[in-house]
């Protein structure tokens, strides 16, 4: 059982930057994911990070988001810069591929215009 916590959502301008922010009760995983779901849709997949440091990106976010890991502090980020307002939804960390009993709360995120 792996849980995840997600945190560093908010409302921010277009052109604006947030990080989030998600904590692993467990880090001896090969790679985690940032997904995200908007109103009526499927929780998509947006950035991946492996184990030895690799990262995927869709190509919606790439170039404008950044995904990172602290092993020490069994922690993943994703840093999103230039947000648009297409970017606004609520975002999760697990697994890749995702575990369907370890999604979290999330963390939303809003983009105006």
């Known amino acids: 059982q792996v849980r995840f916590m997600e945190s560093g959502g908010g409302l921010v301008q277009a052109g604006g930057s947030l990080r989030l922010s998600c904590a692993a009760s467990?880090?001896?995983?090969?790679?985690f994911g940032w997904y995200r779901r908007t109103p009526g849709k499927q929780r998509v997949l947006v950035a991946t990070?492996?184990?030895?440091?690799?990262?995927e990106y869709v190509e919606s976010v790439r170039g404008r988001f950044t995904i990172s890991r602290d092993n020490a502090k069994n922690s993943v980020y994703l840093q999103m810069n230039s947000l648009k307002p297409e970017d606004t939804a609520v975002y999760y960390c697990n697994l890749r591929p995702s575990n369907p009993t370890y999604w979290g709360q999330g963390t939303q995120v809003t983009v105006s215009s």
């Open positions: 990070i492996f184990r030895d440091g690799n990262t």
């Open positions: 467990s880090f001896s995983i090969n790679a």
